[in-house]
């Protein structure tokens, strides 16, 4: 997920990465996202793939290191720094760069795979078109777009887990409730919506998104969607 002010007003993303936030980001869990683990092992993952708000860059490593030819782009320009960081220590050939995933034209007819996480579901229907019409531009014809998205079960979870926190550290003022309202989460028929023109659905299913939540005492698994889109 990246720095997407201009269509998320309410969350600075570079600010999170770095480290401004009233708590970690709770997408950066320093390992890739078992759901995409779980496709790309079972050979859904091929070509030239795109990692769209790629982060830090985990899936993007990860999917580099079995052998794919990976770009990841993010809107947060410290995010991608790190990433950068991250496949040099790891020896990892990938490609970051900072993008606004509503604007790949630069990258027409690029991309066979695309997976997302947490991106899609911070955008509200008329985005999400937008972003698919920006995803269509950048993949080739019969392309795949793996989106994990939170359900409103994770969302919930969410929510309870950053109150409570914020809480026991005596936040509670407006700017921590307005911290908590910005958990985004994408019902399935939105998810279908924003991606009728120009693709086909594939599947969709329930799944979890891995997730460091306050207190911080490891990974949470939180309720999930995985959509599998392809390029008509």
């Known amino acids: 997920m990246g720095n997407t002010s201009t269509y998320f007003p309410e969350m600075d993303f570079d600010a999170v990465y770095r480290g401004e936030g009233p708590f970690q980001a709770p997408w950066d869990i320093a390992d890739p996202q078992p ?12 070509g030239a793939v795109l990692d769209s708000g790629c982060g830090t860059g985990e ?47 630069r990258y027409a007819q690029r991309f066979d795979t695309v997976v997302d996480s947490a991106l899609a579901h911070i955008f509200d229907v008329p985005t999400l078109r937008r972003y698919a019409a920006s995803l269509h531009v950048a993949c080739r014809p019969r392309a795949t777009v793996y989106l994990l998205a939170i359900s409103d079960e994770g969302r919930d979870v969410m929510i309870e887990r ?19 309202s910005a958990i985004p989460r994408k019902r399935a028929d939105e998810l279908r919506d924003g991606f009728a023109e120009g693709w086909e659905l594939e599947s969709l299913e329930k799944t979890v998104m891995r997730t460091v939540l306050p207190p911080g005492s490891g990974y949470v698994d939180i309720g999930a969607w995985l959509v599998h889109f392809r390029r008509l």
């Not at 759901?35 to 091929?46: L, M, R, W, Y």
């Not at 005596?170 to 921590?176: L, Q, S």
């Open 35 to 46: 759901a995409f683990v779980a496709v790309e092992q079972a050979g859904g993952i091929v």
């Open 59 to 105: 899936n993007a490593i990860y999917l580099a290191g079995r052998g794919l030819s990976v770009t990841g782009l993010d809107a947060a320009p410290t995010a991608v720094e790190r990433a950068r960081q991250k496949a040099v220590e790891r020896g990892v050939e990938a490609t970051f760069e900072v993008a606004d995933a509503l604007a790949l034209d």
């Open 162 to 180: 950053f109150r409570e926190a914020m809480l026991r550290a005596g936040r509670e003022d407006a700017a921590a409730e307005e911290w908590t």
